[in-house]
């Protein structure tokens, strides 16, 4: 009974004992969804769960649900977080602990989603999702020789524990993240960098931008910067030493939106090596990431 | 009994056991002498604030009448509403932190709300007490040299409330004995000043319909007035006015007119009774001309036009209203038929140069409009952050949507982004330096629309945004205005687009904060930082500066505190 929607709360409004038990009820225990989409294939329904889809999914998972430089491509079939309607309704509702997905309504941003909403979105989500898991041509074994040998991706960044924290942790962004974004950010990584969410939610916004800065003994400092406000400057270094500045004390700042990274293009990268890598990196989160 | 009367029944008895151990009112409480001996006391400490000469004059702890509101100026030690005074300039007149000494500025106390969300709350304080708001509709009375509470409230919101963009309340009014608080659910509350009890609440509309409040309600004679937030619901909006002493409803004014109003004819259909058009600022009043002035946001949906076609008034229009009545003087539009969600809810600022009586906004999609306050007649609108959206103007010299301006289905890239150019928080005049500073966002979004049933209480956007590709990032800047001319004097550059508001006080200064978490002291005529604080937290609220045992403190909110600062 707690999985009523907004609707059937307004049918029962006429029973003020009932209502307001319901309401006591709700306030006190937690709201369990129901397991099934109500609205499983309703073509109607998904087109009301689109509206909702673009008013508070869309930021970050892209029109169409195809994902971008902030959101997974959710027209996957499998999904990070748990594929069952279920899973999903959980996900949205509770959002992910520890990454930029928030619980329902509490983004500070759009509006909250009653419980019908979610399950509209959810079979929104269903009607573009694709019915294969998705298949790459690369060799993730092979991708994966690359990372820690001869592409040098592990010094500046780490997959499951292992390499370099000079650049962003690459374990779930292979499913956070659509191939077309990984594609463009191995071939051109200065284009975008890392792309932060919003003010609201600072804790995400590292954008990795290249910082060099000379400081009141003369010894010059190159890295990535961590966290940075008018005064001050926290920085990596290339070395991975973790430094602190007040910008008025030193001799010289520098800050640019070139990327640290090198722009892996065909000569560095054939387009076979970048496909493994690729395949690599969908799967890094998982045990073939972690090399077993 | 409501689940709010029996938290006021707790508070009471907190309260009252409190009040009876101590057998004393709030200053004896914290170890202090009482009033009138506080009055010796400061008398004596601040002679050499020229500002503060009238503390005593005006009955300390006494009731906050209508005429005090409107001498609010004889009163620098206070903050007696949302905006400061009725112009709403945010300007204090205490002077003892100023430009020589704001480098030693430290932080005295800091109060919790121990709430998460933004925290949004400007306090006033009257007479030794601070009356704030915080996150969830929390109200609370803190002594003001302390930071101690002296009570504390927070509604029961019902579980089904979704208001659009965060929990938040920015602020109560005071008048007679009461604090009046908007709430989330579309309440109108006073609370006993001295406990925090409640002693009228009535209901303004059914939240359900997504309606509710968030701004300070703003005190006028013996009215409580305010508007309604709703947006993005397909509201139709309204601004009320109350009776202090009772609760009853005086006054509504529909932002939308009704068939047979004039204004009517600039709503497709019956778009207008879903066309939104809410008022979630404070407003501002000129007492001379006993008129108003309240902007209003949105039509809905805010991203699609198709469906309204028209002007859509009184979308995003400062409203010249009498208080009396409610009946409207005038009105100034500033974005016709707008598809980019630019709420003109920035407060409008009273300013009179000599000859010139105006009425200022920076509004929030990037023109700063000179407005003639008799008359509404626009003087000038320039714009004073990134502008795309419009290229050309009218013949009355309003800006009009460019034509390739409109959100397509698949985005359309726009400046300023759906965040504005600036926001709700408050700018400040400086009669000084005559010279308004404001907050502004360097920031483009992707505008998409597309077609959306409405449902009664259901997000009605017609789409979103989305942050846009650009290899730069978002900016922001506290910028400092000539308002008789829309000229920039200067600009201090921040990492990120930020909410915080701006104060300016007598001492040379201008305080503000960014979304790093810093609260800064700038040279108001220069832009020089003179100090800076670290507040952990973006800062979401618009300061503002008191005094208390003649010592004059600056207060902000940030995260979930409220930090005050003082010269040591």
């Known amino acids: ?292 | 009994m409501t689940r709010e009367r029996v938290n006021a029944r707790k508070n009471a008895f907190v309260v009252s056991a409190w009040a009876t151990r101590q057998r004393v009112g709030p200053f004896e409480a914290q170890g202090k002498q009482a009033p009138p001996l506080q009055c010796r006391r400061w008398m004596r400490r601040v002679l050499s604030l020229a500002a503060m000469s009238l503390l005593c004059g005006v009955g300390a702890q006494g009731q906050v009448t209508p005429q005090r509101l409107l001498d609010s100026a004889k009163e620098p030690q206070n903050w007696l509403m949302y905006s400061g005074d009725y112009a709403g300039r945010r300007y204090s007149t205490l002077d003892q932190i100023n430009i020589s000494n704001a480098h030693g500025l430290v932080p005295k106390w800091a109060y919790q709300t121990m709430a998460g969300g933004k925290f949004e709350t400007t306090p006033l304080v009257v007479d030794g007490v601070l009356y704030g708001t915080g996150q969830d509709d929390r109200a609370y009375a803190l002594d003001a040299r302390s930071g101690r509470p002296i009570w504390q409230y927070q509604r029961a919101l019902p579980a089904d409330i979704r208001p659009c963009c965060g929990r938040v309340n920015r602020g109560l009014a005071i008048l007679g004995d009461k604090v009046f608080l908007g709430t989330l659910d579309a309440h109108v509350i006073a609370l006993d000043a001295k406990t925090g009890n409640v002693i009228w609440d009535v209901t303004s509309v059914d939240y359900r319909g997504g309606y509710s409040f968030t701004l300070a309600p703003l005190a006028i004679k013996n009215l409580v007035i305010l508007g309604v937030s709703g947006g993005e619901y397909g509201i139709r909006g309204f601004i009320d006015a109350y009776d202090a002493a009772t609760g009853e409803r005086k006054w509504r004014f529909y932002t939308t007119p009704a068939p047979g109003e004039p204004g009517h004819e600039t709503w497709e259909g019956d778009s207008w009774k879903i066309g939104g058009a809410p008022a979630w600022i404070t407003g501002t009043y000129d007492p001379l001309t006993n008129t108003t002035f309240w902007p209003t946001g949105n039509p809905s949906p805010s991203n699609r036009g198709a469906g309204r076609a028209g002007d859509n008034l009184y979308s995003n229009t400062l409203l010249a209203l009498d208080p009396d009545t409610g009946t409207l003087k005038w009105h100034f539009q500033f974005t016709k038929h707008d598809e980019h969600d630019y709420d003109a809810t920035q407060v409008p600022v009273i300013i009179d140069q000599g000859e010139k009586h105006l009425i200022v906004q920076a509004d929030r999609n990037g023109f700063f409009y000179i407005i003639d306050r008799a008359t509404g007649k626009l003087i000038s609108s320039n714009p004073y952050a990134k502008v795309t959206w419009s290229t050309s103007k009218d013949a009355e010299g309003r800006p009009v949507t460019a034509e390739n301006g409109s959100p397509t289905l698949e985005g359309n890239r726009v400046c300023p982004g759906a965040a504005g150019a600036t926001n709700w928080m408050s700018p400040t005049y400086d009669p000084q330096t005559k010279l308004f500073y404001v907050t502004a966002r360097e920031q483009c979004d992707i505008f998409s629309t597309a077609p959306q049933t409405y449902e009664a209480g259901h997000a009605y956007y017609g789409s979103a945004y989305f942050p846009n590709d650009d290899a730069e990032p978002f900016w922001g800047a506290l910028r400092a205005i000539d308002p008789t001319t829309g000229e920039l004097k200067w600009q201090w550059k921040h990492p990120s687009p930020t909410w915080s508001g701006v104060l300016s006080t007598a001492g040379g200064l201008v305080f503000s904060g960014d979304a790093e978490g810093n609260f800064m002291a700038f040279e108001a005529a220069s832009g020089k930082v003179l100090w800076h604080f670290q507040c952990g937290a973006s800062v979401y609220s618009s300061p503002m500066s008191f005094a208390m045992d003649g010592k004059q403190y600056v207060a902000v909110a940030a995260g979930s505190a409220l930090f005050t600062f003082a010269l040591p």
């Not at chain 1, 619980?103 to 500070?108: E, I, K, L, S």
């Not at chain 1, 079979?123 to 074994?141: C, D, E, F, H």
């Not at chain 1, 200065?190 to 792309?195: E, G, I, K, T």
């Not at chain 1, 008025?248 to 990327?259: M, N």
């Open chain 1, 1 to 292: 009974m707690f999985s009523r929607t907004r609707s059937d709360l307004a049918g029962i409004r006429f029973l003020p004992v009932a209502a307001t038990c319901l309401v006591v009820s709700l306030l006190v225990l937690p709201v369990h969804a129901q397991d099934k989409n109500p609205f499983a294939g309703d073509a109607q329904a998904a087109k009301v769960g689109e509206s909702q889809f673009r008013a508070n999914c869309a930021f970050c998972h892209g029109l169409g649900a195809r994902g971008g430089g902030r959101g997974p491509d959710l027209t996957r079939a499998q999904k990070k977080h748990g594929n069952a309607d279920a899973d999903l309704f959980r996900t949205i509702n509770e959002g992910v602990p520890g990454t930029a997905m928030p619980p329902n309504g509490a983004t500070q941003q759009g509006v909250g989603m009653t419980e019908a909403e979610i399950w509209q979105v959810i079979t929104y989500i269903r009607s573009v999702q694709k019915k294969a898991p998705l298949q790459v041509p690369g060799n993730a074994a092979h991708g994966r020789e690359l990372f820690y040998g001869s592409a040098a991706c592990a010094n500046c960044h780490m997959v499951q524990g292992k390499g370099g924290r000079l650049g962003p942790d690459l374990t779930g962004t292979g499913s956070a993240r659509s191939i077309e974004y990984l594609i463009d950010s191995i071939r051109n990584p200065s284009r975008r960098l890392a792309q932060g969410i919003s003010e609201a939610m600072k804790e995400f916004s590292q954008e990795y931008e290249t910082v060099t800065v000379v400081d009141a003994g003369g010894q010059k400092f190159q890295g990535v910067v961590l966290n940075e406000d008018n005064f001050t400057l926290q920085m990596i270094d290339t070395r991975e030493q973790l430094h602190l500045f007040e910008k008025d004390k030193l001799r010289s700042f520098e800050k640019t939106r070139e990327s640290l990274m090198p722009a892996y293009d065909e000569r560095m990268l054939p387009e076979k090596n970048l496909q493994d890598l690729i395949a690599f990196l969908l799967v890094a989160d998982s045990a073939v990431g972690g090399g077993q």
